[in-house]
């Protein structure tokens, strides 16, 4: 937000010796964070200790760029397009200028003027703008020959001394911008100015305003505030009974006001409001709007103006016996053209300001184009109203506006400014446009706020602060902040000034009032002290600790973590169900967003994998290889509760080459499949320490069938993990061809089981036997079933069974297969020999010819 200093100095009185750059800092310590200093012809301050980046600004020299009084325009002897402008610049004698500037045309040869013409005035030597320029280049003025008269000086367009783009003719001062200046007066002294560029978070809604900015300076440098009048000079008919108001939902729309103003002349604004909407970043448009805009930005109250005969018009068309302004939510296909041209289908959510005949605007957003005041208005029907910042916020995402009065709106307007707001622009109007205000206010206020009053204990304060307030040193401070103090036994009574929406109540209000004591009281005076309260028994955060292992290992293994939104959409989660398949999701309703961020964000999450797969789709475009897992919860409803069950999910995806080659090792052939995969799980688990682990196959609607398992942990199922299904890599738009391993894991379930406490091996002192054993089993029995019956059978001698090696086909018979495990023995006492090894091994053979019915390879 920007805000000139010239316009805070009319509510405060800003010591004169304080740099601007100080103040600056002061604001920024205090929560208004001033991103950046604009200056307008004035020079750059250099305060110790405060930083602020150097500026290449023009600044206008005080000695050559001065206030010039032009008293005569006379025709130039040699030339139809140039005149010769005679300047008083407050020197021994008159000046001289040549120039061809158009708006002066009307002057030439009228003789000494009867009403002197005032503009900025540069000597030769000046720094300037050049105006012929298309690209912003400056230029040092030089004395030199015009059409045959010597010409040193100039009278200065607004692009030249770079207040803007405007060239077409010298820039002419109103008398009311130079009131008490001299000829010579240097210009710094009259246009000079700075500007604050505030970056405003979004809880700082009172402070989105001229007076809000007053106000927080105010309170810090314990100044007096002074508000613009809000005095109304009303002489014409009642309003009463001329025009009506509806409310139809009054949580939406809390407060609306109306006056009106007849018999206005539209015409350009004065050149002092001009100039300060200008530097507040707003384009001049005429008296009227100029108006609503200028109060916008100085009480931080949005207005609306609509032409009153437009209204009475369609109040008669549409067969009302007067004009009723209505606010109400549209009509099933109901649309608006707004002011600029766009035209919107409205939304159920988005509320309009209408009437008898149909919609006039998209309330506290932006006005309709049928209604709008029009260069020959004479009748001005004044709005201001209060609106609820979260539906205001909603319709600004939804229909993809912004607008400064939206802005103000979303972010919290009290119903007690609209009064103030209206005030204020309607007695502008009537002076400014020449209009009658017709007596009293059209105002229906159906939810008026409650006031809030927070009990504050000076203990409290001298608690959370640490330091030794009194109750009388807090009032004041929260007196210069308009905060209502009471002071009694027991500390203070504090009531809470409409304009301050982010003070809560009860223990959270006393924490935002001592928050409001420090910050004024200044952070930086704050003394470094000792801590002097009890620090709370430190605990280890134990789920965070094992989530945390848990991503250690899989960096380890090689993958890389990503971050999703939680937040999504029911039908792109439905993208995991092929057609004709039974979905795999949680039977169970979303968690719905009541106000949505983007359309594509409307529900809490049930998986990991719909985001996963959109990240890949993203990625491979890019590169060929992906091995990604994501750590992060789901949102369940639970019937009965509130809140929704949260567990944590594990998420895993490979996709493209097993490895990439390096210089002294070349890369694994193959793609990523699902025993890459399977490994990836089983070092987590591995790592984890987690025991009693189990693979079985599975069938699951995201997955390939009869390449998908699921994951047991202590007999309790633990997520599923295969090859995506074709049709599901389709629909999120991966590459054809290119399979894609998934797995979703409750990571709960597996951290549950997560030993820190394992138990370590100590390093063997004695060798090793090594033997293959290669067993055939029916082509259905898992390999872990297989190695669990080895194990057993093998008994403490078995140090490791691996399998290595899987194969069918001839000659082992059709629907068996052939698993070979390399078997490790060991004895922690002596050194085995051959013979208790073979009968080790025997006994593993006969159990598994037992249990599995299998046969031994020869």
Known sequence: MLIPI????????????????????????A??????????G?????????????SDHLVWDRQKIVLGKIVEVKSHPNADRLVIAVVDYGGAALEECVTGAPNLFQYKDTGPLATPLWSPFAMEGAELWDGHSDEPKRMILKGRPLRGIYNKAMVCSEKELGLSDDHEGIMLLEEELVAGHAPGTPLQDVLGDVVLDIELTPNLARAWSVVGVAREIAALLDLELRLPPTEVLMSGPPIAGRVGITITNPELNPRFTLTLIEGVTIRPSPQWMQLRLRKAGMRPINNIVDITNYVMLETGQPLHAFDWDIIQRRAAESGANIPTIITRLPEPGESLTLLDGSVHQLDAHNLLVADTAGALSLAGIMGGLESEVQPDSRNILLEAANWNFINIRRTMQSRKITSEAGQRFSRGVHPAQAEVGLRRATELMRVLGGGTVASGIVDNYPLRPEPVVVDLPV?????????????????????????????????????????RLDIGTGVIGQADLIEEITRIYGYDRIPDTVMDDLLPPQRGNVALQREEWARDLLVGAGLNEVINYRLTTPEREALLTPPGAASSLPAVGYVTLANPISQDKTVMRHTLLAGLL???????????????????????????????????????????????????????????????LKGVVETLLEGLHVRRVAFAPTTHGTFFPGRTAELTVNGRSAGVLGEAHPKVLRAFDLPEGLPVMLAELDLDAILDYADEMHVVQPVPTQPAVYQDLALVVNREVPAAEVEAVIRAAGGELLEDVRLFDV????????????????LTFRAPDRTLTEGPVNKLRQKIVKAAQQKLGAKLRE
């Not at 316009?7 to 600056?24: G, N, R, S």
């Not at 208004?32 to 604009?38: Q, R, S, Y």
């Not at 640490?466 to 009471?486: C, K, N, P, S, Y």
């Not at 000659?811 to 390399?822: D, N, T």
């Open 459 to 499: 203990s409290e304060v001298r608690r959370i602060t640490g330091m030794d307030f009194t109750a009388t040193e807090i009032a004041a401070i929260l007196r210069r902040l308009q905060f209502g103090v009471e002071e009694h036994a027991d500390g203070l009574r504090v009531t809470v000034p409409d304009h």
């Open 807 to 822: 194969y069918t086909g001839d000659p082992i018979p059709v629907g068996q297969k052939s698993l070979a495990y390399a």
């Open 31 to 40: 929560g208004l964070e001033v991103g950046k200093i604009n200056y307008i």
């Open 42 to 54: 004035v020079p750059q301050n250099h305060v110790p200790g405060v930083t602020v980046p150097p």
């Open 6 to 29: 010239s316009w805070l100095k009319d509510y405060v009185d800003i010591p004169a010796d304080m740099p601007v750059e100080l103040l600056a800092e002061r604001l920024t310590l």
């Open 614 to 676: 959109e990240v890949a789709a993203r990625n491979l475009r890019h590169t060929d290889r992906l091995r990604l897992f994501e750590i992060g919860s789901i949102y369940l409803p639970v019937s009965g509760q509130a809140l929704p069950a949260e567990p944590r999910r594990l998420g895993l995806l490979l996709a493209g080459p097993r490895d990439v080659a390096s210089w002294d090792l070349p890369a694994r052939e193959g793609l990523h499949d699902f025993f890459d």
